[in-house]
């Protein structure tokens, strides 16, 4: 009786109930149920997303999902971002960007992660996304200032031009004047990333004013502090707003200027920016910062007892980046003034300096997971650590759900035992039931990868580096975290054997990372030929894989699964491993 | 997401648990044969009992042995929860390219040794310029760091590596180093560096070169139309605007 009910649903209710399923997993589960409703799923899913722009081929993602209106692309692996993937290995957009422009005039957003982007697919989405709306890059590269300015000047509908992160080829400031009089649609614009000594203030000062709906305006360091004053004064409703560079003179009447401007935004919730701060100008902010619920400090340069006086005044904060000139003491006035504290980023900021520059130890993390009950995701970065403040830190905060420790020298012991740092490890993935997110760091011995192939099911992204003795710390992992979707490992004794014997489990993940260990390059060609859904690429910069005896480690192994076939887009320096000859050559 | 792109036909049922044949399934076997010679480090205990960390149980002797996900039957998944496995996993019928043995390491090429061949992966004390990416910290960040006053060393202002005032140069500072006679080139971070005096120590460090020998070295760099170079013969801004890569010769005479 409930089953001749469900069938003789129309579409139309389908569709409208479908319409609620926001998640993309959600709507990847709902497709799964019956051939009906992949059907109808499919044309009304309006936002995809695609983690590796090599897994699937554009053409594909259009004949299935014919109606989207956004879509999010990532290229390069995360280990990109540090200089370990060569230039020219790829993620090249504009292949995606002209399918989308022939099958998609009303294409709306696009968001991008780690690809190279250049003028020509910029000046391509300029031309043939008529209601095109959101434009997100980030830590993208390829593009230059004139690419954005024909974004500029076509887009009278743009309401989103994010560019975190990204590299930008600084030609010339004037790219904002491209933007049209006429136009006033702009809500959030982050430029933090361009350079250009000479910055179109005007014209930026113009835009700001005209677009009364602006929400979000992060800016580059080329904006000077008297400047800033100006341009907030036009935007009293911003939420977020990075600001450009500090002055080294403190001037009053600049100073006056900028405390009386900060106080007329009421709404403003999220600070970034900070260059060259000097503290006696803080002060200014302090009428927002009762409100203020995220906080980027990590460009600012000051000091702990200025750090502690500013991060005192936030007590509603939710997220703070900084540099590790908080310190612990700064880190403990934290941990007791921001009671909703989620998210915190530490960074070094002498991250090449042997010795210690500053008094920032384990002492500080432990501080702030005992203090703050909501914190749930951590990026830190110290010197040195002990096995129990890790068991401390798990057992007081088993919320975690990213942990994220970067102990600056490799292989560092608990410098309370000199043991391996295996136990901390291990009960932060124990107590930390919902941990999606693990980076690992300091000396670690087989063990700790038994207790995370052991604990660590909801686990999805691991980092690794320098760690392990065998191939059976890779087993564990391997075959013990099932939601693993992401493995990033460099510099660690993993070879052939791990490999091979879990190599099922790499067509359940996204991708598979492995730097400087020890992967032959024969194993290579057996997984490239053995499993046909992945794409084994091999980079080696050295010269052809085929040129040194098969036993040989590969530089760099980046593996990930994929329904398109091995790419064509190579350069020279990266091999497929495929069925044919186990070689194929770009 | 991906995987389910390919399908113009309904995706294939998902293998029943009945014909789910768990002995040719490479990561089961694996499991078991691990074993209680691996799995004889004693895991973590849960509770508060647990108050001293070095005092950490064996597991194994209170295990029962019903689970055949091996002796340490602590939280390892037993076959019986299959169900709830078998729900992620589209599990292809043929895979195991390797059966796993106990002795990984029981080859004739141990890991560790074909490691030090490949040199990108040694690693050096207090060199943090010979470890390409290490500490993990994003390009622009490093930069900002070393124009800090505080913490910052002799020379404060970056070398022309930087353009402008801007967040990010859109080159990558990093240069090839080749040292002849070394088949492996090395990558360094010119950022971080404001000197020839400087960058010759970080590369005869790099490539083990003691002070003795240091005389018998130059440094060569290759600029953008392709010709190579003394470096020392160009000042360091010129030196530095115009190279493309390094490379350490020893010098004759």
């Known amino acids: ?586 | 997401m991906e995987l389910q792109l390919g399908l113009a036909l309904p995706p294939p049922p998902l293998i029943p648990i009945e014909t789910f044949d768990l002995n040719s399934y490479g990561n089961y076997e694996t499991r078991e044969a691990l074993g209680t010679n691996a799995l004889s480090w004693p895991l973590l205990k849960l509770g508060p009992a647990d108050n001293d960390i070095n005092n950490i149980h064996h597991h194994n002797s209170s295990s029962s042995s019903s689970s055949s996900g091996g002796g340490a039957g602590c939280k390892k998944r037993s076959f019986d929860e299959a169900p709830f496995f078998d729900e992620k996993r589209n599990v292809p019928k043929t895979l195991h390219l390797l059966l796993w043995t106990n002795q990984p390491n029981d080859e004739d090429d141990d890991p560790s040794n074909v490691l030090h061949e490949n040199s990108s992966s040694a690693i050096f004390k207090n060199d943090g310029e010979g470890l390409v990416g290490w500490p993990p910290v994003k390009t622009w960040r490093k930069k900002v760091h070393h124009q800090i006053p505080n913490g910052g060393t002799e020379n404060n202002r970056l070398p022309a590596v930087e353009n402008g005032i801007g967040g990010r140069a859109s080159k990558s500072t990093y240069v090839k180093v080749k040292m002849e006679g070394v088949p492996i080139a090395r990558k360094i971070d010119l950022s971080v560096h404001h000197s020839f005096e400087g960058l010759t120590n970080t590369l005869m460090r790099m490539f083990g070169i003691s002070d003795g020998n240091r005389k018998s070295f130059k440094l060569t760099y290759q600029d953008r139309e392709g010709d190579w170079l003394l470096a020392e013969d160009v000042p360091w801004r010129t030196f530095i605007r115009s190279l493309k890569c390094l490379k350490l010769i020893r010098s004759r005479g």
Not at chain 1, 103 to 119: C, F, G, H, N
Not at chain 1, 416 to 440: M, N, W
């Open chain 1, 1 to 586: 009786m409930l089953k001749k009910m469900a069938f003789s649903f129309p579409d139309e209710v389908l569709e409208h109930v479908f319409s609620f399923i926001q998640s993309d997993k959600d709507r990847n589960a709902v497709s799964m149920v019956c051939k009906s409703w992949y059907e109808i799923e499919r044309w009304c899913r309006r936002k995809v997303f695609v983690g590796n722009c090599y897994a699937v081929s554009p053409r594909m993602v259009i004949r299935r999902f014919p109606e989207f209106r956004s879509i999010e692309l990532k290229g390069k692996p995360h280990f990109a971002d540090f200089n370990l993937v060569p230039d020219g290995w790829g993620g090249y957009v504009f292949p995606w960007i002209a399918e989308m422009a022939g099958a998609y005039p009303w294409l709306e957003e696009i968001r991008l992660k780690r690809m190279v982007v250049t003028d020509e697919s910029l000046e391509l989405i300029a031309k043939s996304f008529k209601n095109f709306k959101v434009l997100v890059l980030s830590s993208c590269e390829g593009f230059s200032t004139d690419g954005l300015a024909a974004i500029a000047a076509s887009c009278k509908n743009l309401k989103e031009l994010d560019l975190r992160d990204c590299e930008v080829d600084d030609l010339s400031a004037h790219w904002l004047s491209h933007f049209p009089e006429t136009y006033t649609s702009l809500v959030s614009l982050n430029i933090s990333c361009l350079g250009s000594d000479e910055a179109s203030f005007s014209a930026l000062e113009r835009l700001v004013r005209r677009c009364t709906n602006l929400k979000t305006l992060r800016l580059n360091r080329a904006v000077p502090l008297d400047k800033i004053a100006n341009i907030l004064r036009h935007a009293p409703q911003l939420v977020e707003f990075g600001t450009g560079t500090y002055t080294a003179d403190v001037r009053p009447d600049v100073y006056s200027d900028l405390a009386g401007v900060f106080s007329s935004c009421k709404e403003l919730k999220s600070l970034s920016g900070f260059w060259d701060v000097i503290p006696d100008y803080l002060p200014a902010i302090y009428p927002v910062c009762s409100k203020l619920t995220s906080l980027n400090l990590s460009y600012a340069t000051i000091q702990s007892p200025d750090l502690i006086k500013l991060v005192s005044h936030c007590p509603n904060l939710q997220r703070l980046l900084v540099l590790d000139y908080i310190e612990d003491s700064g880190l403990e006035v934290l941990a007791s003034s921001c009671k909703d504290l989620q998210e915190l980023r530490v960074f070094p900021s002498d991250p090449f300096g042997a010795e210690p520059n500053v008094s920032l130890t384990e002492q500080g993390l432990v501080a702030v997971s005992l203090g703050c009950p909501k914190l749930q995701s951590v990026l830190y970065f110290c010197r040195r650590m002990s096995n129990e403040a890790l068991v401390t830190i798990a057992r007081s905060r088993p919320n975690f759900t990213r942990f994220r420790l970067c102990i600056i020298e490799p292989k560092t012991a608990d410098y309370l035992t000199l043991e391996p740092l295996d136990v901390g490890f291990g009960a932060i993935v124990q107590y930390c039931k919902d941990l999606r997110r693990l980076s690992l760091s300091g000396l670690l011995t087989d063990r700790v990868f038994e207790y995370i192939g052991t604990y660590a099911k909801k686990l999805e992204m691991l980092s690794v580096a320098f760690a392990g003795d065998s191939d059976l710390g890779l087993h564990h992992v391997l075959s013990g975290c099932e939601s693993l979707r992401k493995l990033e490992i460099r510099d660690c004794p993993f070879g052939d054997k791990a490999l091979l014997a879990n190599a099922a489990k790499l067509e359940t993940m996204r991708s598979l990372w492995m730097s400087s260990c020890a992967v032959s390059f024969a194993a290579c060609k057996l997984l490239g030929q053995k499993m046909p859904r992945l794409n084994v690429e091999v980079i080696d910069e050295r010269g052809p894989p085929d040129s040194r005896p098969e036993n040989c480690p590969v530089d760099k192994l980046y593996i990930y699964r994929s329904i398109a076939g091995p790419r064509f887009d190579m350069p020279p320096f990266v091999w497929t491993m495929d069925e044919d000859s186990g070689l194929r050559l770009s």
